[in-house]
């Protein structure tokens, strides 16, 4: 059975990239417009990882994570950043919130596939 | 007189609201213009990458049809070892220039960005040009010395408030350059 990956991002285009390349790789995947709508989706049914923008309207990624991390359901799923932040400190605060890993936009796919080959096989 | 102070009757205070008034109303209506040419930038990136996204699924779908095709034919026809060498070449070069294109079509997430901060700035700046104009309103040739000292002081105080809160409000999340794909670190 496919697994399944949930992509948060405020962009449209970028959920686009980020489907295309991850299907054609054999997952499900589950987008999302920002952090509110991919916690909902997040609770509606537990994804095998979570793959986040940071900067969205109503609810920015990291917020979303430690909203995530407070279910019981996501104490342990994967959660990876992909976003154009690339500053130590914001990696410091992605990692302390509870992400598993930072991708720096823009993504390379076969980069992207690896990562999440990796990460959840 | 004494020096360079100018008593209060003398002090060019009509003169000065209405470089106020002019440098607000100047800078107001460039900035409007500068926010209209943003947006319609934004609208055409926005537009621009939607087709170029339609464009690129259905120029993916049908590679991938005419790859199926091509596969049916070399199972049921004999095709000399170098065609086949050759189609198996063009399809890693498909392959890597879907990968590179998928990676360019990622532009406009970075330039949409990049717009809405200019905004906010052009917003921030708009702000403090019609504070200048409205404090120029406060000034009258009536007042003292002493009063004309204080609101410029007041004016110059308001616009670094307003700098700093803009400032603030304005961390770029946008460092790229280029659209070389970013790094990939794992906690």
């Given at each position: 059975?496919?697994?399944?990956?949930?992509?948060?991002?405020?962009?449209?285009?970028?959920?686009?990239?980020?489907?295309?390349?991850?299907?054609?790789?054999?997952?499900?995947?589950?987008?999302?417009?920002?952090?509110?709508?991919?916690?909902?989706?997040?609770?509606?049914?537990?994804?095998?990882?979570?793959?986040?923008?940071?900067?969205?309207?109503?609810?920015?990624?990291?917020?979303?994570?430690?909203?995530?991390?407070?279910?019981?359901?996501?104490?342990?799923?994967?959660?990876?950043?992909?976003?154009?932040?690339?500053?130590?400190?914001?990696k410091a605060k992605g990692k302390a919130a509870g992400a598993n890993g930072w991708l720096v936009k823009p993504f390379d796919p076969k980069r992207l596939i690896e990562v999440v080959q990796k990460v959840i096989g | 007189m004494k020096g360079n102070k100018l008593a209060p009757k003398n002090l060019p205070v009509a003169e000065l609201r209405q470089l106020l008034t002019a440098v607000s109303d100047h800078g107001t209506q460039h900035l409007h213009e500068v926010e209209a040419d943003l947006n319609q930038t934004a609208f055409l990136l926005t537009g621009a990458i939607e087709k170029l996204g339609e464009s690129f699924m259905a120029i993916h779908a049908a590679v991938n049809h005419q790859q199926d095709e091509i596969?049916?034919?070399?199972?049921?026809?004999?095709v000399p070892e170098a065609s086949y060498q050759k189609i198996l070449l063009l399809r890693k070069q498909i392959a890597d220039e879907v990968n590179a294109a998928v990676t360019g079509l990622q532009f406009q997430d970075m330039t949409s960005q990049l717009i809405?901060?200019?905004?906010?700035?052009?917003?921030?700046?708009?702000?403090?040009?019609?504070?200048?104009?409205?404090?120029?309103?406060?000034?009258?040739?009536?007042?003292?010395?002493?009063?004309?000292?204080?609101?410029?002081?007041?004016?110059?105080?308001?616009?670094h408030l307003r700098?700093?809160?803009?400032?603030?409000?304005?961390?770029?999340?946008?460092?790229?350059?280029d659209m070389r794909s970013g790094d990939v670190e794992l906690f």
């Open positions: 059975m496919a697994k399944t990956i949930l992509a948060v991002d405020d962009s449209g285009s970028l959920r686009q990239m980020v489907a295309f390349s991850l299907k054609a790789a054999g997952y499900e995947v589950v987008s999302a417009v920002d952090g509110q709508d991919g916690l909902n989706k997040a609770k509606e049914k537990t994804v095998d990882l979570v793959l986040t923008d940071q900067n969205m309207p109503i609810m920015d990624g990291l917020t979303m994570i430690t909203n995530l991390r407070s279910l019981a359901s996501y104490q342990k799923v994967p959660i990876l950043m992909l976003t154009t932040e690339s500053s130590d400190e914001m | 596969d049916t034919l070399l199972i049921e026809a004999e809405e901060r200019v905004i906010k700035r052009i917003d921030g700046l708009r702000e403090s040009l019609i504070a200048l104009s409205v404090h120029g309103e406060d000034m009258n040739p009536d007042h003292e010395h002493q009063e004309i000292v204080k609101l410029l002081a007041e004016m110059s105080a308001g616009l700098n700093d809160a803009l400032k603030g409000g304005l961390r770029k999340s946008v460092q790229q350059h």
